[in-house]
């Protein structure tokens, strides 16, 4: 009965965690390390979208018809400023877009391995065992797949059997 309640649980909480919990989870790492990093790239990036908007602040006060010359200067580096912010954001995209994908592998991998070691471990133990006369000796046969008891119900067959359900209804 444990078997059931411990793979119901941990199905219900992966999936959880997956629909609600998983993008917060990275975005959330993401911006730590963004606070944290030291790295060249993000730091130029940042830097340059500052310098923009104290342009872009000094451009607006500044009158085009009043003091052209000025402004024009302004808006020629203003313009100049922005290309390059532009061509560095595909590169932060791309390494955000990185990132991202590694911690949501680190995640899945976190969050699947304890349900992945609990299949290993007790690969041989039935989660239950079904009456002879209920299925033909195929199906008993290919409920106790990988290495479970004949007539019983592996965990690996539950495990799906409890994902797809889980699946279905949230």
């Not at 590694?102 to 991998?109: A, D, E, G, P």
Request: proline fraction near 3%.
């Amino acid at each position: 009965m444990d078997l059931i309640v411990a793979t119901i649980l941990l199905s219900l909480l992966i999936h959880f965690f997956d629909k609600y919990f998983k993008e917060k989870a990275i975005n959330g790492i993401y911006q730590v390390y963004l606070a944290c990093s030291k790295n060249e790239e993000l730091k130029k990036n940042k830097d340059i979208f500052k310098e923009l908007l104290s342009l872009k602040k000094e451009l607006n006060r500044t009158s085009s018809q009043d003091e052209f010359a000025k402004w024009a200067r302004l808006n020629r580096k203003y313009e100049k400023l922005n290309q390059e912010l532009e061509n560095q954001s595909t590169v932060v995209q791309r390494f955000q877009e990185t990132f991202k994908k590694f911690v949501s592998i680190v995640l899945w991998i976190l969050t699947r391995g304890f349900r992945f070691y609990m299949q290993y471990k007790k690969s041989k133990a039935p989660v239950f065992f079904l009456p002879a006369f209920l299925l033909p000796p195929w199906a008993l046969w290919f409920l106790s797949l990988p290495r479970s008891k004949y007539g019983s119900v592996s965990l690996t067959v539950w495990n799906y059997a409890v994902g797809k359900t889980i699946s279905s209804f949230l």
